[in-house]
């Protein structure tokens, strides 16, 4: 069994930065596609974006330019770094594992409790 947990999340200011932290437990998961999605108050979960078990990264274009998301193998450990974040990025952050490199929630099988985040204008 796969335990996926957040971290990194706080209070911040329009223009902060902060990195999140996804770190895996139970299983090693070098084979999996790896992404992040978010939920804001009162709005569906959305896609932020994935990466795959070679490092490849797509995108969602609310994050393109603004957001990295990175990947150790040898930590369990999926970074998403955040940067020029705007009052619009509020919301839990959740990461998720499976195994098809895809923008779907569905192709995802494990996914962590959520990490909050709110940027205050």
């Known amino acids: 069994q796969v335990q996926l947990i957040e971290s990194g999340g706080g209070l911040v200011q329009t223009g902060d930065s902060l990195r999140l932290s996804c770190a895996a437990s139970?299983?090693?998961?070098?084979?999996?596609?790896m992404a992040w999605f978010r939920q804001a108050p009162g709005k569906d979960r959305e896609f932020i974006g994935t990466?795959?078990?070679?490092?490849?990264?797509t995108y969602a274009d609310s994050a393109k330019g603004r957001f990295t998301i990175s990947r150790d193998n040898t930590k369990n450990t999926m970074y998403l770094q955040m940067n020029s974040l705007k009052p619009d990025d509020t919301a839990v952050y959740y990461c998720?594992?499976?195994?098809?490199?895809?923008?779907?929630?569905?192709?995802?099988?494990?996914w962590g409790q959520g990490t909050q985040v709110t940027v205050s204008s």
């Open positions: 998720a594992i499976g195994l098809i490199y895809s923008i779907l929630e569905r192709h995802y099988d494990y």
């Open positions: 139970g299983r090693t998961f070098s084979g999996y596609a």
């Open positions: 990466i795959s078990r070679e490092s490849l990264t």
